[in-house]
């Protein structure tokens, strides 16, 4: 049992490249999120995605696209890369309603720091 | 109004004292509360969950909720330094059009001293 998966780990992007930030989960959880943490701040939500098929806007989504085309995987698309999307990004899921074994909590993938420069 | 506050710190305590952590948020559906410490360069971790109005008391740490008054907090007991970590409180809203919508404060850096 992996949990939330995130790759890749480390990124350097020159402005104007585009790449995709992938996360998978293995824990068969209806929501995931994408997040993304600036230094010595918190956790601004890009996009979420409630299941397969649906995916809404956060705090701040300008610059960056979701697709949600299978219930594990939750890929972050960012094109037209610029300084002012260097940060920490991370991947999260929690499941929807809450078991005898499991509560809502989120569970956080290992993020992936991107530099553009 | 932003949707999710935290008391702001940076918060010094000394080791065995008690650490209080609030948090206020404005939207009135949400239903699942979330306390999350992140030590830096890591990910964040769950400490608590609070679904109900009252105190939720797990080892040193307590959450209490206060729907009515939109607040809820984290007291951390025999503060030890390896408790000193940012921590983030989050919500997830239960209804509206943000249905699922889990949204994290601003974070509170808390050191605790020998």
């Known amino acids: 049992n992996a949990g939330v998966t995130q790759t890749p780990k480390f990124r350097i992007l020159k402005i104007g490249q585009s790449m995709t930030l992938q996360c998978t989960q293995d824990?068969?959880?209806?929501?995931m999120y994408w997040y993304r943490q600036d230094p010595g701040m918190g956790l601004k939500l890009i996009y979420y995605s409630v299941g397969a098929g649906i995916t809404d806007k956060g705090e701040v989504p300008n610059g960056y696209n979701v697709s949600r085309s299978t219930t594990e995987d939750f890929p972050l698309r960012l094109e037209l890369a610029a300084p002012s999307q260097t940060s920490v990004y991370f991947c999260?899921?929690?499941?929807?309603?809450?078991?005898?074994?499991?509560?809502?909590?989120?569970?956080f993938g290992q993020g992936t720091r991107l530099t553009v420069v | 109004q932003k949707e999710v506050e935290q008391n702001s710190g940076p918060l010094s305590v000394p080791e065995g004292a008690i650490a209080s952590l609030n948090c206020t948020y404005s939207d009135r559906v949400s239903q699942s509360f979330f306390w999350y410490r992140q030590y830096s360069g890591k990910s964040p971790e769950l400490i608590m969950s609070?679904?109900?109005?009252g105190d939720k008391e797990d080892g040193r740490f307590t959450a209490q909720l206060n729907k009515a008054s939109q607040y809820v907090s984290l007291l951390i007991r025999d503060s030890q330094p390896s408790d000193s970590a940012t921590y983030l409180c989050?919500?997830?809203?239960?209804?509206?059009?943000?249905?699922?919508?889990?949204?994290f404060g601003q974070g509170t850096i808390l050191t605790v001293h020998p």
């Open positions: 999260a899921s929690s499941p929807h309603r809450a078991t005898e074994t499991m509560n809502t909590e989120a569970f």
């Open positions: 609070i679904y109900s109005n």
């Open positions: 989050a919500f997830r809203q239960a209804g509206g059009t943000s249905y699922g919508k889990l949204t």
């Open positions: 824990m068969n959880h209806n929501y």
